[in-house]
């Protein structure tokens, strides 16, 4: 099974508005990551968690906050969000070194902030 | 941080048409991806080559990384292969960054 799961697929929120936005994948990868993109642009890194361990922020504003309960699940939690915050949110996972590092991505949460 | 650079920005090609397309990278990377990312957002992982060449179907690819480049070749093009084209260089540790390229805007036209 080489798939990453997001919920959901599309969400629409206040800017006063507290929401989360959760991966899955049981591929056994340790590496999972968050990543933002607008229209016509790549994918920006936000965090990467390696063995449940946050590794990389990439000075991520606050409003945004991962949280990584176990190996399998990652979630993004959002609160008072900017509209500018409005994206595609894409989670990835990436096996361990010298293992599998072929990466796979989740087919992403459109977040519109209103 | 790692710089990438691909090329063509922009294709337009008749269906069954051959194309390449090409990524530069600034630094030594050993872990290296391309992606498909379709009209609805879905990346697809086409290919993990940090150097050498690889085959699936109708899509190859080859690092040279030595040189600090990728390619990807798309022979007898499809609808189907429409999309944008990423390189993700980076380095081969577990949590490592892969950064994007601008990508390559495909689009195939029947």
């Known amino acids: 099974d080489t798939e990453v799961t997001q919920t959901p697929k599309h969400l629409v929120m206040g800017m006063t508005n507290k929401k989360s936005l959760k991966c899955e994948q049981h591929?056994?990868?340790?590496?999972m990551y968050w990543y933002k993109q607008k229209a016509k642009k790549p994918p920006e890194l936000m965090f990467v968690?390696?063995?449940?361990?946050?590794?990389i922020n990439e000075s991520v504003p606050s409003r945004f906050s991962p949280e990584c309960p176990n190996s399998s699940l990652l979630n993004l939690h959002l609160h008072a969000l900017q509209p500018e915050d409005s994206a595609l949110y894409l989670c990835?996972?990436?096996?361990?070194?010298?293992?599998?590092?072929?990466?796979?991505f989740g087919q992403g949460t459109r977040l519109t902030v209103v | 941080g790692i710089q990438v650079e691909q090329s063509p920005p922009d294709l337009i090609l008749q269906e069954g048409a051959n194309s390449t397309l090409r990524c530069n990278f600034s630094d030594s990377v050993n872990n290296l991806q391309w992606f498909h990312q379709n009209p609805w957002g879905q990346l697809i992982n086409l290919f993990y080559?940090?150097?050498g060449t690889k085959q699936n179907g109708r899509l190859s690819a080859t690092t040279v990384a030595t040189e600090r480049y990728s390619l990807l070749y798309i022979s007898s093009s499809q609808t189907t292969d429409s999309g944008v084209y990423f390189c993700?260089?980076?380095?081969?540790?577990?949590?490592?960054?892969?950064?994007f390229g601008e990508g390559t805007q495909l689009t195939v036209n029947p």
């Open positions: 591929m056994g990868h340790r590496a």
């Open positions: 990835a996972s990436k096996g361990p070194q010298g293992v599998l590092v072929k990466a796979f």
């Open positions: 968690y390696s063995y449940e361990k946050l590794s």
């Open positions: 080559i940090p150097s």
């Open positions: 993700a260089p980076g380095p081969e540790t577990s949590g490592s960054r892969l950064t």
